[in-house]
């Protein structure tokens, strides 16, 4: 079956530190990988997606991804974390012969100042 | 651009009645839209994808005639949640793919509370 997993429910980290919020996944073939993020009650925000090409993606607010095909992994991540960045962080994932996508259980980023 | 609303952002109904929400590509044609419910500190789960011009494809275990879907035109698609009861209270949340992008993103909606008393 074609999952996604999250392995984290919630990352603290403090302001300025780097972050890391770590996503798998086991899909068959080439997919397509995507970040959102939701603040508390409102819809998702796309941050960044990975196609194909350089396995580095840079996203929106400073954050970016990386694409491990052998690991099967896009971990999201950010240099310096600020305490806007609190938020609920969902990894997903797109089969290459499907328009759907298949979300990850979400992982919660608490930023202390 | 790529703009999606969604009314109501919330909405309170009593039990047996029926509640229809809407969600509009405003800034861009979507020959597919998809609807999701998320439980409280729970992942999105897609319910349906909504092709205009044709029926929903509901994805397993959801009821096609309780949760009704309508895809009317490239910048509208409904979903009407029938003789609604407090289990369906959740957050309902839309998006859609717009038609000239090849990149497979979806745009999200900002979604619609729902309490059914």
């Known amino acids: 079956a074609q999952s996604v997993a999250q392995p984290e429910d919630q990352v603290n980290v403090a302001e300025g530190n780097p972050l890391t919020v770590k996503c798998t996944y086991s899909?068959?073939?080439?997919?397509?990988l995507f970040w959102y993020v939701q603040y508390p009650n409102r819809g998702l925000q796309f941050l960044l997606k990975?196609?194909?090409?350089?396995?580095l993606v840079k996203g929106s607010y400073g954050f970016e991804a990386e694409f491990n095909k052998s690991q099967t992994s896009f971990h999201l991540k950010k240099p310096s974390a600020l305490v806007s960045d609190s938020a609920l962080y969902f990894c997903?994932?797109?089969?290459?012969?499907?328009?759907?996508?298949?979300f990850g259980s979400g992982t919660r980023l608490l930023v202390r100042p | 651009g790529a703009v999606v609303s969604q009314h109501p952002s919330w909405v309170i109904c009593k039990s047996g009645t029926s509640v229809k929400i809407e969600c509009r590509s405003l800034?861009?044609?979507?020959?597919?839209m998809f609807w999701y419910r998320q439980f409280p500190k729970q992942s999105l789960m897609l319910m349906a994808t909504s092709n205009e011009g044709s029926k929903a494809t509901y994805e397993q275990g959801v009821e096609k005639d309780k949760f009704l879907i309508n895809h009317a035109s490239l910048t509208l698609s409904t979903l009407t949640v029938t003789s609604a009861h407090p289990e369906d209270s959740s957050f309902y949340i839309c998006?859609?793919?717009?038609?000239?992008?090849?990149?497979?993103?979806?745009?999200f909606g900002p979604g619609t509370r729902l309490t059914v008393t």
């Open positions: 899909v068959s073939g080439n997919p397509y």
């Open positions: 990975y196609i194909t090409g350089d396995n």
């Open positions: 997903a994932v797109r089969p290459d012969s499907s328009y759907k996508l298949i």
């Open positions: 800034d861009f044609q979507a020959t597919t």
């Open positions: 998006s859609a793919r717009d038609k000239g992008q090849g990149g497979g993103e979806q745009y």
